[in-house]
C-alpha cells in the first residue's frame, strides 16, 4: 500500500514539476485552453493504455494497438459513408473489429504458446495491410457525422474524455476490486502457481487481449473523430506512446504489478511533456530524443524497482 501510494505522489509531483517547468518557459502553457487541449488528445491513448495495463500485467505485451486503431476507423469509415450507419453502430463495429483482432492475438499466443511479442507484432502488419486495402490506400473523409465525440461539452472537453476518464475508473475497480483483476495480477506474477490453485490461465489471458483489442477498437474511433476521417496511417507509433505511458505509470514489464490510475498519470506526463515541448519551440528531433529519455528512464526505474522488490523478499 505504502508502495502504491509512494508511486501515486511521485507521478503527481513529476507531473506538477513538468507544468511548472514549461509555464516558466512558456507564457502560453498555463492556460485553460492549453488543457483543454491536452484533455481532448489524450482519449485514443488513455483507453488504449487501460487495455496495455492488463496485458503488460500478465506479463504478455501487444505491438499491433496502433494497426488496430486504424482498422476498426477504416471499418467503421466504411460501414458510414458506404452502408451509412450511424456514429453508435460505426462506434461498434470499430469495437467489434478490434475485439476479432485481440482475440485472434490471444487465441494464437495462447494456444500455440507463442510469445505474444511475436504474435502482435504479426497483427501489426496484418490489421496495417487490411486498413489500407479498407480505404484503398486514401483517406476516407466522412465528415461532421462523426465528430459528436470530439465536440466540446461544457468546460470544453469533449464526450471522448468522458468516456476515457469512466474507462479509466472501471478498469481501476475490475483490477483491484474483482476476482478477475486478482487472476490477472496473479498469473502475471507466476502462472504455474495460479495452476497449481486450481485456476486455468488461459481463458483470463485470452479475455485480457480481447479487452486490449476492444479499446484499440474504440480509440480508433476517438481518433477518426477528431480528424472527421478513416486514415489508413492513424496510429503509427502509437504502441510505443501507449507502452512508454503504461510504464512511466509504474507497471512492471515483468509483470504481476500495475494500477490503470497510475498509467492514466503516465498518459498525462506523455502528453504535457509533448505539448510543453511544441510550445517551447523544440524541434521534432529534439523532441523525438527527450522523449526518448524519459521512456527509457522509466525502463530503468521499472528495473531498478524490480530488483529491490526481489532483494526485499
Known sequence: ??????????????????????GSLSEYFFSVSTFITIANDIPAIAVTAVGMTFVLIIAGIDLSVGSVMALASATAGLVMLQWHWGLF????????????????????????RLPSFIVTLGMLEVARGSAYIATNSRTQY???????????????????????????????????????????IGIGTNEEAMRLAGVDPRPVKIA????????????????????????????????????????????????????VIATFFGVLIISVLEAGLAQVGASEPTKRIITGC??????????????RNRRSA
Open 1 to 22: 500500500m505504502r508502495g502504491s501510494l509512494g508511486n501515486y505522489l511521485g507521478l503527481v509531483v513529476a507531473l506538477v514539476l513538468m507544468v511548472a517547468l514549461f
Open 89 to 112: 453502430p460505426a462506434v461498434l463495429v470499430a469495437m467489434l473489429t478490434g475485439l476479432v483482432a485481440g482475440m485472434a492475438n490471444g487465441l494464437i499466443s495462447v494456444g500455440w
Open 142 to 184: 466522412i465528415g461532421s457525422a462523426i465528430d459528436w465525440l470530439s465536440a466540446p461539452l461544457f468546460g470544453g472537453v469533449s464526450p471522448a474524455f468522458i468516456i476515457a476518464v469512466l474507462i479509466v475508473i472501471a478498469a481501476q475497480i475490475v483490477l483491484t476490486r474483482t476476482v478477475f483483476g486478482r487472476y490477472m
Open 208 to 259: 485480457v487481449f480481447a479487452i486490449v483489442g476492444t479499446l484499440a477498437g474504440l480509440a480508433g474511433m476517438f481518433q477518426a473523430s477528431r480528424l472527421e476521417a478513416a486514415d489508413p496511417n492513424a496510429g503509427i507509433g502509437a504502441e510505443l506512446v501507449v507502452i512508454a505511458s503504461v510504464v512511466i505509470g509504474g507497471t512492471s514489464l515483468m509483470g504481476g504489478r500495475g494500477s
Open 294 to 307: 524519459v521512456i527509457i528512464a522509466a525502463v530503468v526505474l521499472d528495473m531498478v524497482r524490480e530488483r
